[in-house]
């Protein structure tokens, strides 16, 4: 697979304001076709294009030098690789981290759906990055495949023992982002089971803040605090301020590990 970008997009974008972790500096190493191995109902990016388990080199790692030579870095708090997919689809991904790392001391973050952690060369790959931010929205395989509407041969047990394998061999830190909405918001139990089995440093507890984009765009891979948008949304269904006490409330009580809350 090669280059599929267009010339004027650039993989590095922001910096942003993430509600976890600040100012932060977007490197996306999909490109301008959303390729992603998960299809969520609630993707800031809208309807995936391209839903793959397959890697493949869509940003080269040169385009992501070239972006970086520009940034204010007195601007930044942190790196995240994230933007238009699944960036662990990335098969030039190592190369891509050490460009980042050349060009940078901030904390390097990932957001990944962690659905190839099951392939060593994926864990080798992102052995050099600080902060890992795993998604796990389901208790079970049939809220995944309704919230997430994984590519095929993607199963809950193969991402959680993926993100397993990876703590046993992952230096930095691993969190758990979770979104919750009406669907999922009555398996808190279960899914307290796998955070324990698990472990992770932290539990991001989120709920979808942005409307679902009904056409692509690129400019949507950044949108953290964007209210008006000019292209159509959908309102998508969100717990309540109530409702997310009562979760961290409840994963609290049956888990030992720190809950961040996007409600506070």
């Not at 309704?146 to 990876?166: E, F, Q």
């Not at 992770?200 to 507890?205: C, F, I, K, R």
């Not at 605090?225 to 049956?254: N, Q, Y």
Request: net charge negative.
């Amino acid at each position: 697979m090669t280059d599929q970008n267009a010339n004027e997009l650039s993989p590095v974008y922001g910096p942003v304001r993430s509600w976890r972790f600040g100012q932060s500096l977007g490197i996306d190493p999909i490109g301008a076709i959303s390729t992603c191995s998960f299809n969520c109902v609630y993707c800031q990016l809208g309807q995936i294009q391209e839903i793959t388990a397959q890697r493949g080199v869509f940003v080269k790692a040169d385009r992501v030098a070239e972006g970086l030579t520009d940034v204010d870095w007195g601007g930044v708090d942190v790196v995240s690789i994230s933007g238009s997919g699944e960036p662990t689809l990335a098969l030039n991904l190592a190369e891509i981290v050490c460009v980042i790392k050349a060009a940078s001391d901030a904390p390097l973050h990932m957001l990944t759906n962690a659905t190839l952690f099951g392939d060593a060369a994926v864990r080798a790959d992102v052995a050099a990055i600080d902060v890992m931010s795993c998604k796990l929205d389901a208790a079970d395989d049939a809220t995944l495949q309704k919230m997430n509407r994984p590519a095929g041969g993607v199963t809950l047990d193969s991402i959680v023992r993926g993100i397993v394998s990876l703590k046993e061999e992952f230096a930095g830190r691993i969190e758990l982002q979770m979104m919750f909405m009406p669907m999922n918001s009555g398996d808190v139990g279960a899914m307290a089971e796998i955070v324990n089995r698990i472990a992770p440093s932290a539990v991001q507890l989120n709920t979808p803040r942005r409307p679902y984009p009904l056409e692509w765009h690129t400019e949507t891979r950044g949108a953290h605090d964007k209210e008006d948008f000019a292209w159509p949304t959908r309102t998508l269904s969100t717990i309540s301020p109530e409702t997310a006490e009562e979760v961290e409330a409840e994963l609290k009580r049956l888990t030992d590990v720190e809950i961040i809350s996007v409600y506070h």
